[in-house]
């Protein structure tokens, strides 16, 4: 069965500091990977997509950036962190484009000091 | 702009009741809606409704989509407090976009 892995759980990083967050895919083989960013009462907003290896789409103008240097792989990443970017990061996979449900990591919560 | 409306952004209840929530949108394009259910961490998926007028069942959740009044219902029944947890709504389009609601925040007491 596939499975989705997401680390680190929490983070917790000065304004202006790099940040690295991964997610691997098991199980699978091509999958369709998604980061979104769930802000309190914002709902989930889509930040990257990616249909293969070094194929990102990214849906909104950021300070974060994405690569998938592996199949299964999918890091989310920023040279410098603003108070902005806190929040609940979740990482998804599907088999399709997104006619497909998406299937979530356990997320990451980044607080920025 | 697309939107996904949720309502109520919040509902307490008592276990043994009944609840309904909406989720009504506006999208270019319509193709699909989803429903998902956030515990602590991970949303997982609940339904996929593409048809109007087709309920889909789990258990003691159920879900119906109306393409004409742009509106999807997720009814609860006989509510336990592991179901407890924020519902999410989300709609796909045609051209593979798709639009998170902010979500229902429901809580049962025992």
């Known amino acids: 069965s596939q499975t989705i892995h997401q680390w680190p759980a929490t983070l917790v990083q000065p304004v202006g500091s790099p940040l690295s967050l991964e997610c691997t895919v098991e199980?699978?083989?091509?999958?369709?990977l998604y980061w979104y960013r769930q802000a309190a009462g914002r709902g989930l907003q889509l930040l990257f997509y990616?249909?293969?290896?070094?194929?990102i789409s990214s849906e909104v103008p950021q300070n974060l950036s994405a690569s998938r240097p592996q199949d299964r792989q999918f890091i989310l990443s920023s040279k410098k962190l603003l108070l902005s970017d806190s929040g609940f990061y979740l990482c998804?996979?599907?088999?399709?484009?997104?006619?497909?449900?998406?299937?979530f990591g356990d997320g990451t919560r980044l607080s920025i000091l | 702009e697309d939107k996904v409306v949720q309502s109520p952004l919040s509902l307490v209840v008592h276990e043994g009741d009944t609840v309904t929530l909406n989720c009504s949108y506006e999208?270019?394009?319509?193709?699909?809606l989803l429903w998902y259910k956030q515990e602590k961490k991970a949303p997982t998926f609940l339904f996929m409704l593409t048809s109007s007028g087709i309920e889909k069942k789990s258990g003691r959740l159920s879900s119906i989509l109306d393409k004409k009044e742009l509106f999807s219902i997720l009814n609860i029944t006989a509510t336990q407090t592991g179901d407890s947890a924020i519902y999410l709504c989300a709609a796909l389009n045609r051209d593979d976009k798709i639009i998170f609601g902010k979500g229902t925040r429901l809580h049962i007491l025992p």
């Open positions: 990616s249909i293969g290896i070094d194929q």
């Open positions: 199980g699978t083989s091509n999958p369709n």
């Open positions: 999208v270019t394009n319509f193709r699909s």
């Open positions: 998804a996979w599907s088999m399709g484009r997104f006619s497909q449900p998406q299937h």
